[in-house]
């Protein structure tokens, strides 16, 4: 029997509840960098075969070589927009996972301090709260890897194929 989604919300709100605050400074940055990643992916299926068969057509009519390089470059930076702040997005998760397992941390030590070594589930609740932001901050740095390095090889692909391009335009 599947769970109802009055099940599925209460377990993610235990999530966010054990894991701390952090977690939703991951949420919020993994939103962030999934949204950058869809408007890569929408550019590269929907836009990009658009505008480089513009782009090839118009060189073709092109007589001066330094317009045609200024229309490759122009695609060219297109092709490579937002993949900086995706890299950075992705370099920033795991960052703020291990700053959630610092703050875990402080509350393992703080019912070491006020409760002293015999409430063990005290420490476990400090624990598992260090655990869950490390554990949340490194898988959406590695699903946003994945899709980051598609993303990346596809670009380094079509740039090479506009170099061609340009070559073969100018002889």
Not at 5 to 23: E, R
Not at 37 to 55: A, D, G, N
Not at 98 to 104: D, S
Request: include cysteine.
């Amino acid at each position: 029997m599947l769970p109802s989604l009055h099940d599925w919300i209460f377990a993610l709100g235990q999530f966010f509840q054990t894991g701390g605050w952090v977690l939703y400074l991951i949420l919020w940055v993994g939103f962030l960098m999934f949204t950058l990643i869809l408007e890569r992916f929408s550019y590269r299926f929907w836009t990009y075969p658009q505008q480089k068969k513009q782009v090839l057509s118009d060189m073709s009519l092109e007589s001066s070589f330094a317009k045609r390089i200024s229309r490759l470059c122009d695609l060219d930076l297109a092709l490579n927009g937002q993949f900086q702040m995706i890299k950075n997005l992705i370099m920033l998760c795991p960052l703020i996972g291990l700053l959630g397992t610092v703050t875990g941390m402080i509350q393992v030590f703080d019912s070491l301090a006020l409760y002293g070594t015999g409430n063990p589930r005290m420490m476990a609740a400090g624990v598992a709260s260090a655990t869950f932001p490390t554990m949340t901050g490194m898988a959406v740095a590695v699903a946003g890897l994945l899709f980051y390095n598609r993303l990346s090889r596809w670009s380094e692909s079509e740039r090479n194929n506009l170099r061609l391009a340009l070559n073969e335009g100018a002889c």
